[in-house]
Nanobody, 137 residues
Framework: QVKVVESGGGAVEVGGSLTLSCRIS????????VAWFRQVPGKEREAVAS????????????TYTESAKGRFTISGDSAKGIIYLELTSLRLEDTAMYYC??????????????????????????WGQGTQVTVSS
């Protein structure tokens, strides 16, 4: 059974930084795609960043949305089952619940990623409960 647990959220001021962690256990597929999404009440869940690999020996590929480029960094240690999302230069509009999701790297996901886009939330089967990030002025 795949289990996804996020941590690291908190309250910071504008311009501050946080590092979110996503711990994944029970995942047995060789390929993977892990994505961070965020959501505020009343709005749809939106992608932030993703990291994927076709399997052992393949290089990780990272993808970011425009709002995340240059400010957020996704990285991971697949052997340990930990994916990080470093948030810097935080803005008020970054306030949201941040979710980590994972699933196999399928042809469908690869089509999105090949165009520089993060696959939609519906493409991911395994989700965590989220960690809250609140940015204040």
């Amino acid at each position: 059974q795949v289990k996804v647990v996020e941590s690291g959220g908190g309250a910071v001021e504008v311009g501050g930084s946080l590092t979110l962690s996503c711990r994944i256990s029970g995942y047995t597929f060789s390929s993977y795609c892990v994505a961070w999404f965020r959501q505020v009440p009343g709005k749809e869940r939106e992608a932030v960043a993703s990291i994927d690999s076709a399997g052992v020996g393949y290089v990780n590929r990272t993808t970011y949305t425009e709002s995340a480029k240059g400010r957020f960094t996704i990285s991971g240690d697949s052997a340990k089952g930990i994916i990080y999302l470093e948030l810097t230069s935080l803005r008020l509009e970054d306030t949201a619940m941040y979710y980590c999701a994972t699933d196999r790297l399928t042809i469908g996901k690869d089509r999105h990623l090949g165009r520089g886009a993060i696959p939609p939330a519906s493409d991911f089967a395994f989700w965590g409960q989220g960690t809250q990030v609140t940015v204040s002025s």
